[in-house]
């Protein structure tokens, strides 16, 4: 997740990704002579994740729940048709444990909200003022702009 979310980032065509020897150092490299600005590998790296994160953040203050986090009906109703988990169906206790699982991953609180704390961690703490509680609320919800 974020590995793609760093190729989006760069603007990188995922099909592209096997063309390089290290994606990291070469996009750090190429960042560099781009912007000027000295990048390494691990910052390309943090990239991804910063990402991730303020996709979650910015979905959670427009009013995201932890119950949207979910797989369509079909995925837990119909078995797999082929290969070697044909006939396997995952379910809804499963899938609450897989989401479980992610969001204790990721740092995040136990209903999947990303904490004050979490974006500060990952350099995006001008993002937290008005959080509060140390969750990013989604009372600061904005009203969408008019066209």
Same mark, same amino acid.
């Not at 499963?94 to 904490?115: K, P, Q």
């Given at each position: 997740e974020d590995f793609a979310a760093t190729l989006d980032t760069l603007g990188v065509c995922?099909?592209?990704r096997r063309c390089f020897t290290d994606i990291y150092?070469?996009?750090a490299a190429l960042l560099e002579a781009t912007t000027g600005l000295p990048t390494s590998a691990d910052d390309v790296r943090l990239l991804g994740e910063r990402v991730t994160n303020l996709k979650k953040a910015?979905?959670?203050r427009e *009013?995201?729940?932890t119950e949207d986090d979910w797989l369509p009906a079909r995925v837990l109703e119909e078995p797999l048709p082929t290969g070697v988990a044909a006939g396997v169906r995952l379910s809804?206790?499963?899938l609450v444990r897989m989401r479980s699982d992610y969001y204790s991953a990721r740092g995040w609180t136990?209903? *999947?909200h990303v904490t004050a704390q979490?974006?500060?961690e990952l350099g995006l703490g001008d993002l937290v003022e008005g959080a509060g509680d140390g969750v990013v609320a989604p009372d600061a919800r904005r009203e969408?702009?008019?066209v």
């Amino acid at each position: 997740e974020d590995f793609a979310a760093t190729l989006d980032t760069l603007g990188v065509c995922k099909f592209l990704r096997r063309c390089f020897t290290d994606i990291y150092a070469e996009s750090a490299a190429l960042l560099e002579a781009t912007t000027g600005l000295p990048t390494s590998a691990d910052d390309v790296r943090l990239l991804g994740e910063r990402v991730t994160n303020l996709k979650k953040a910015y979905n959670q203050r427009e *009013g995201w729940r932890t119950e949207d986090d979910w797989l369509p009906a079909r995925v837990l109703e119909e078995p797999l048709p082929t290969g070697v988990a044909a006939g396997v169906r995952l379910s809804a206790e499963e899938l609450v444990r897989m989401r479980s699982d992610y969001y204790s991953a990721r740092g995040w609180t136990e209903d *999947g909200h990303v904490t004050a704390q979490r974006l500060v961690e990952l350099g995006l703490g001008d993002l937290v003022e008005g959080a509060g509680d140390g969750v990013v609320a989604p009372d600061a919800r904005r009203e969408p702009a008019s066209v």
